[in-house]
């Protein structure tokens, strides 16, 4: 007899249907290992998402934790920002049934246990305190080797121009999730970006095999560009916010919310001028048509040398629901 999963579909990162980046959340149920990894992964991989998380079913020995698994079309991944905010949106505001949010208080993730809390002041705003074990890689990413993948770009680094950027910083907010940070000067530069050349990625491999991680953070995740500008007024908030974008190889991703903490720590560690708090709005996936509200804060530690915490916030709405089949394995 076929088996079906219940569903949902959200739009992550902003209260407007049809906005942010689309994420499918499917239920599992109590005794979750019915479902193999292989089985999500090909549910992940038809639904055709950035992301698809697989929420499991309450645990009567930790029943104010969730556990879940974030699967991408083509692998799984130990953390991502949006289907991390998406959970905490569908667990602590949208769900209807009383079991599947009424008292959870974290989730947990393969990178780690990540708390949840709901907005007091600021309806449907839900914010995760996010694991990290941040990483300033020593190897640079060379804009010769950007400008190869996106010659559009090659106006706004011109010498002509006065730019004399060489290179950029490679950063990982935990092992796996690795972003390499590129400033740009301004809107137009980043209204330019097309895909990669041929859909070409950048390696998760260490500096000494051809990359640019540290020895010990290569393998299994991704290395992505996470594109930037500072200080860019935004009619819709009225306030100076971060633009960003995000192309992996051939593919736009309208919300990150990895490499968001990701810039947010780089920026507060380089550039921050005295210690405590720091709070960023970045907006992302304008170009596409998607807009999407990321809000981010770091906190430092009294030496202005560590991070203390990340906290992402955002909103979520709820698309569709259903029942999606599981395919019986041979």
């Known amino acids: 007899m076929p088996r079906y999963l219940d569903f949902v579909t959200l739009d992550v990162f902003t209260a407007d249907p049809f906005a942010g980046n689309p994420l499918a959340v499917v239920l599992l149920p109590d005794d979750s290992s019915e479902i193999s990894q292989r089985q999500k992964q090909e549910i992940a991989r038809e639904f055709n998402y950035w992301e698809t998380i697989f929420i499991h079913a309450a645990n009567a020995s930790s029943p104010t934790k969730r556990t879940i698994d974030i699967f991408m079309t083509d692998r799984e991944l130990p953390f991502a920002g ?37 907005s007091a002041t600021s309806a449907g705003v839900v914010s995760a305190k996010i694991p990290h074990d941040v990483r300033i890689h020593r190897a640079r990413f060379p804009l010769s080797e950007l400008l190869r993948l996106h010659p559009s770009l090659s106006s706004a680094f011109s010498e002509n121009g006065g730019s004399k950027i ?123 048509s998607r807009r999407s509200d990321i809000g981010v804060k770091v906190i430092l530690a009294e030496d202005g040398k560590k991070i203390t915490s990340i906290e992402l916030r955002g909103k979520a709405v709820k698309i569709s629901e259903g029942k999606f089949l599981v395919k019986d394995e041979v």
């Open 82 to 118: 949006h289907p991390v905010i998406g959970a905490a949106s569908w667990l602590l505001c949208l769900s209807k049934k009383e079991h599947q949010g009424a008292a959870v208080d974290a989730i947990v993730t393969k990178a780690g246990h990540i708390p949840l809390f709901s």
């Open 166 to 288: 060489k290179d950029f910083p490679v950063f990982s907010i935990v092992k796996g999730v690795s972003q390499v940070l590129v400033d740009l000067p301004n809107l137009a530069a980043l209204d330019s970006l097309s895909p990669a050349v041929g859909g070409e990625t950048i390696p998760t491999t260490s500096a000494a095999n051809g990359g640019y991680l540290d020895e010990g953070w290569d393998g299994a995740g991704l290395t992505v560009p996470y594109f930037y500008v500072r200080d860019v007024w935004d009619e819709a908030t009225k306030a100076h916010v971060i633009r960003s974008r995000m192309l992996c190889g051939a593919l736009e991703d309208p919300a990150t919310g990895s490499a968001a903490s990701a810039l947010a720590s780089y920026l507060s560690l380089v550039d921050a001028k005295s210690l405590g708090s720091y709070d960023y709005d970045i907006i992302q996936g304008v170009e596409m």
